[in-house]
């Protein structure tokens, strides 16, 4: 006979797991499908092992200006990759463990084996088929070597097996300067690695404003090499690969390829749910119920292609274990967006991104600061770099967006998503205090100069009048 679930959730990452918090509350008759690792992508291969990278580079890379502060004897340091990576990978096991015995009270209900539908209700495990009258998708994703470099797969290191690198090679080619290219990049560069970095644009770490596009290319640039190009790879050598961009060519151990993960959503039988799927085998959704079509299924986190970040998928579990058990269907508003790279220094997005509101059509004003020259971030960093925009509506100078790439930039971005979140004007955020020296005093000029373009008058005195 033919067993029938209440709730079915196909994966146990971020997203499923979340979801599992809601529905054991309404119901004991649910099953987690799953045969790969436990632990979550963010645990395992994503966020938590990449900090804990980018933290020991930078540690190191801080040397270097030791000398200067006038503390001598830090020439003879150096970095062993084997060690580095052994403690990676330990902090990595910790993290990923955590998840894993959190599920503990709960395992008996995970089933581990692949799971493709049949139709929207019946699922086929394999060696049984089960039922559930409603089901959430949290495949996740994974990264993907494009066809023409199979041949070459063995050189070619994806962020699902960084981690597992038991040591660094000498030369490496970093393809991509997206969020994931920039952390690991600037992180092997600084671990004394001999680094490429390859990118189409001139921009990193998903930056869409022109200005910081440029600021950040270049900024970057000085560090590190980066070719300004079309990635590719030419053949094999003794040990490794030869590796192009627009015409030069050398030689690499291996290449990293940190061009963006795509939705686990191949060979799940999405084509038996009775819906036209799109050219990307996405199937049509809902972003505010995540249900797709009028079906009972629901997709959930990095497998539905909006936001890969953990807060996101978590948030995208809870809409889903909700809308799962509740017996209606409800719409749910997003956090304001949050977005950050773990470079040196940090870039940002919060709310609406430069691009966003211009493709929108939405009217704003722009604020500019800057962090070089700035005393604080000279002794935070070495050296002070970084710039910030920020956007808000031109009427009352109500907070839209900003992009950044600072000092302490991950602390301003929260400060500024919760700004606009909060709802607040830029005459609302200068009655607020500035502290010196922070890093966030260097935000006062951009807020000021949105207030001078506004059409709201600025008041006469930024002090509230006493009693008022």
């Given at each position: ?7 079915a959730?196909?994966?146990?990452g ?15 008759n ?6 790969g ?10 966020c ?26 830090t ?58 009258r ?10 993907v ?9 063995e050189f ?8 597992e690198?038991?040591?660094?090679p ?5 393809f ?13 560069h600084?671990?004394g690695i ?15 404003d ?51 993960r ?22 049509p959704f ?11 299924v ?33 719409c ?11 470079s040196s ?14 493709e929108?059509?939405i009217?704003?004003?722009t604020?500019?600061?800057t ?6 971030a000279?002794m ?12 808000a509506?031109?009427?009352e ?6 992009e ?21 004007t830029?005459?609302?955020?200068l ?11 260097a935000?006062?000029?951009a ?17 509230s009048?006493c009693?008022k």
């Amino acid at each position: 006979m033919t067993k029938v679930y209440d709730v079915a959730i196909i994966g146990a990452g971020t997203a499923g797991l979340t979801a599992q918090e809601y529905i054991v509350q309404k119901t004991d008759n649910y099953v987690i499908i799953d045969d790969g690792p436990l632990g979550t992508t963010c645990a395992r291969v994503g966020c938590m092992p990449s900090k804990a990278l980018i933290a020991m580079a930078n540690d190191f890379h801080k040397t270097r200006y030791f000398d200067e502060y006038g503390i001598s004897g830090t020439g003879g340091l150096k970095a062993d990759h084997s060690r580095i990576m052994a403690r990676v990978r330990s902090l990595r096991d910790e993290f990923a463990g955590g998840v894993v015995d959190e599920m503990a009270g709960f395992m008996d209900k995970v089933i581990r084996k692949r799971a493709r539908f049949l139709a929207p209700d019946t699922l086929d495990l394999g060696d049984e088929i089960i039922k559930a009258r409603q089901v959430i998708i949290a495949t996740g994703s994974s990264p993907v070597i494009p066809e023409p470099w199979q041949p070459y797969k063995e050189f070619i290191i994806d962020t699902d097996r960084f981690f597992e690198l038991e040591a660094l090679p000498e030369k490496m080619a970093v393809f991509g300067l997206g969020v994931i290219g920039i952390e690991l990049g600037q992180a092997l560069h600084r671990l004394g690695i001999d680094v490429t970095a390859v990118t189409r644009r001139k921009t990193a770490g998903g930056l869409t404003d022109p200005d910081l596009q440029v600021y950040a290319f270049e900024h970057f640039s000085k560090e590190m090499k980066v070719a300004l190009g079309t990635a590719d790879i030419t053949g094999r050598t003794e040990n490794g690969l030869t590796v192009s961009c627009d015409g030069d060519e050398w030689e690499v151990d291996r290449v990293l390829l940190a061009t963006g993960r795509r939705p686990n959503l191949v060979d799940i039988g999405l084509e038996n749910l009775g819906v036209e799927l799109d050219e990307k085998g996405m199937p049509p959704f809902d972003p505010g119920t995540l249900r797709i079509a009028d079906l009972p299924v629901f997709l959930t986190g990095d497998a539905n292609g909006q936001i890969p970040i953990l807060h996101e998928a978590a948030d995208d579990g809870s809409i889903a274990g909700y809308n799962t058990t509740s017996g209606d269907v409800s719409c749910f508003k997003k956090r304001t967006p949050l977005r950050i790279t773990f470079s040196s220094p940090d870039i940002a997005i919060a709310g609406s991104s430069h691009r966003e509101l211009t493709e929108q059509g939405i009217d704003f004003v722009t604020g500019k600061t800057t962090w070089e020259g700035w005393g604080r971030a000279r002794m935070m960093l070495g050296k002070a770099a970084g710039r910030a925009c920020i956007y808000a509506e031109p009427e009352e100078g109500r907070l839209l967006g900003a992009e950044l790439m600072a000092p302490a930039g991950e602390h301003m971005a929260h400060l500024l998503a919760w700004a606009i979140g909060a709802n607040l004007t830029v005459n609302d955020i200068l009655a607020m205090p500035f502290y010196h020296p922070v890093p966030e005093e260097a935000l006062r000029p951009a807020f000021e100069q949105i207030r001078d373009k506004i059409r709201a008058p600025a008041p006469e005195f930024e002090l509230s009048v006493c009693g008022k």
